[in-house]
């Protein structure tokens, strides 16, 4: 039985008929013949793998490729095929119409994958970055409480609060001598009994490197007028004298003093030897800017414009040794074999023989000034105030903040009493190291001090070079 049904879409008519086989309904394209005539669906056909018996009559052999060549089915199975390819057409033909009104919500549809895999790397980055940045200043944090707690403890470990309580208590038992010490040196520091004279203003301004005195009361510094002269100015009667090289009128630039001898470097890199008032002697150096020198006995440390440090021999130029050092501020020698230099907001012990660090501190900021102590201890000030001591041998150090500008020169005593200037507050400081006694002098225009002492024990005079002229404070 076949029914006859028109199809609106594929604009045809079509008939259903009923497979001889399983009796289900199907259009009449999808039923092939058999060679005994009966229809069947394509798929039983199609499921045939090997020769056999026929499923319907049993009377023939049926093989699949005869059947689906007859002519018959071949026509039915060129429409198949036809109506497949047409379906496809139109179904991406329909896809392309829906694109074309609505392209944006298939691309979003397509990349959602790609766009929930960037979401969520992007979530793990955020956390591996947190964690990195926590971990990080939760190491700075612990360094700095590791750091502070190490500084604490090293500071506390040197106060003895036993040694200064019996200090106290015994205070009522030190002897009349020892009191009567501290009276008179509170009292020989206090302004009004520093009894002043004040010689003719000298107009021959003096520079800080350009400045030495001995125990003799005498003061030697250079003339403006004539930069290449030396002045001698003797503190007690006030009695100048000069001398020259005569074979030299080039500016003197350094003059450093060891014992009775004055050795003077002047703009031409030229080193000359000077005693008693006299010239004697000279030798050139290398033609490159020295910046820094000092003299330790023998030995004679120049450090030029390239840092390079060079120790001769002061009295014949005899280079021992020379090398490279890191940018530096200020230079002081130890002893023959030691120097210290004060590079930055650092201060750096070298050793003289081959030029290796042996040891560095770090202050707060810059590094104007060093000094000697004694053999094993340094002074140095600082451009914010400080004035650091510095024990070479067990490399502690203490700091005291004793200007509230930079320190200009300190000057350290036979008793190691220290002087000190600062430029801004400009203050005279006399620090006793032993009673740890301060004392306070305001000196407006004051460019540089010294102590004068005629038995390396005592201070005898201090003087004062002010803005335009020398004053002597005695």
Known sequence: MAIKIWHPKITRFFYRMLCDFCQAEREETCLLNLPCGYLVCFEHVESISLASCCFMCQEHSLYQAPCLNMKKNRVKLDKIDYFKIKNLVTASCDKIDSLKNDHQTDIKSHFSNIINRIDLKRELLKNQFNSLVDNHYMEMFTEGINKLDANLSSQFGTVNCKEYSSCVENQNGISNDENQNQSNLKRSLTEENLNRKKFKSIKLPIYHSKFVEFNDEKLVFTSLIR????????????????????????????????????????????????????????????????????????????????????????????????????????????????????????????????????????????????????????????????????????????????????????????????????????????????????????????????????????????????????????
């Not at 000359?272 to 030798?283: G, N, T």
């Open 227 to 474: 930069p290449y002269n030396l002045v001698y100015l003797n503190t007690k009667n006030g009695e100048i004298s000069q001398s020259s090289n005569p074979g030299s009128d080039s500016r003197i630039d350094f003059i450093l003093s060891d014992n009775e001898i004055i050795v003077t470097i002047d703009c031409s890199n030229s080193v000359e030897i000077w005693e008693d008032c006299q010239f004697l002697r000279s030798f050139m150096c290398p033609k490159v800017t020295i910046i820094l020198a000092d003299l330790f006995e023998e030995k004679l440390f120049l450090v030029d414009s390239n840092y390079k440090l060079s120790v001769r021999k002061y009295s014949n130029g005899q280079i021992f040794k020379s090398f490279n050092l890191e940018e530096i501020k200020s230079l002081k020698g130890l002893s023959n074999d030691v120097l210290v230099t004060g590079h930055g907001d650092m201060i750096a012990k070298w050793n003289a023989q081959n030029g290796v660090k042996m040891d560095s501190i770090k202050l707060t900021s810059s590094v104007n000034v060093i000094e000697r102590l004694n053999g094993n201890q340094i002074a140095a000030g600082t451009s914010d105030g400080k004035i650091c001591l510095w024990n070479l041998s067990s490399s502690e150090f203490v700091t005291k903040q004793c200007h509230s500008g930079e320190v200009r020169f300190i000057q350290i005593c036979p008793n190691s009493d220290i002087l000190s200037y600062g430029s801004i507050d400009q203050t005279i400081k006399f620090w006793n190291l032993d009673l740890n006694i301060m004392h306070k002098i305001y000196l407006p225009g004051v460019k540089y001090g010294r102590f004068l002492s005629d038995d390396n024990v005592k201070i005898k005079n201090v003087f004062i070079y002010r803005t335009t002229s020398l004053k002597i404070e005695l």
